[in-house]
């Protein structure tokens, strides 16, 4: 083994790898599964977003995700011109939409609940109640040690 990879092989770095490894593995999954659908990952959150927070504004939006109103407006346009929202004038103040999801959306974001939860079922299928629970308690503190080295005011950004 040549000396660059040795100082590589510490059990930090088997974690991590294994950490990042899982990670690539559950999003290739869920990716594939919405590539079928026609809708991105990122407009596919923003579809499950609408779909619990009905009649939104486009900034509520962008704000939840942490992005520019510009940028939240690319999808926008996306998934109205694919059927998925429609947008509805204010009633109160007309420069105001809010956006709304359509059936064909509804019926994508149910079909990826069901998806979703079947991935978690087997993701965790060989492991006890117990062990969930460990995991979760580790991944937590794993966080919070990551977020002490992050500026106070960018940790909440990062979820």
Not at 32 to 44: A, D, E, I, P
Not at 102 to 109: A, F, L
Not at 111 to 129: G, L, R, Y
Request: glycine share 6%.
């Amino acid at each position: 083994m040549n000396q660059f990879i040795k100082d590589w092989d510490t059990p930090y770095h088997k974690l991590i790898g294994e950490y990042i490894y899982g990670n690539r593995l559950h999003r290739a999954v869920l990716e594939r599964h919405l590539n079928k659908t026609g809708v991105y990952r990122s407009q596919h959150q923003i579809l499950m977003f609408i779909s619990r927070t009905p009649n939104s504004s486009q900034k509520d939006i962008a704000n939840t995700f942490h992005v520019s109103t510009a940028t939240i407006a690319v999808s926008l346009k996306k998934l109205e011109k694919g059927g998925y929202i429609k947008r509805i004038v204010d009633q109160e103040d007309n420069r105001f939409n809010k956006i709304c999801i359509t059936d064909k959306g509804s019926e994508i974001v149910e079909s990826s609940k069901k998806f979703f939860q079947f991935v978690e079922e087997q993701m965790f299928a060989d492991f006890s109640q117990e062990e969930m629970e460990c995991l979760l308690g580790l991944f937590k503190r794993m966080n919070t040690n990551l977020q002490k080295l992050m500026p106070e005011t960018e940790r909440e950004g990062h979820r």
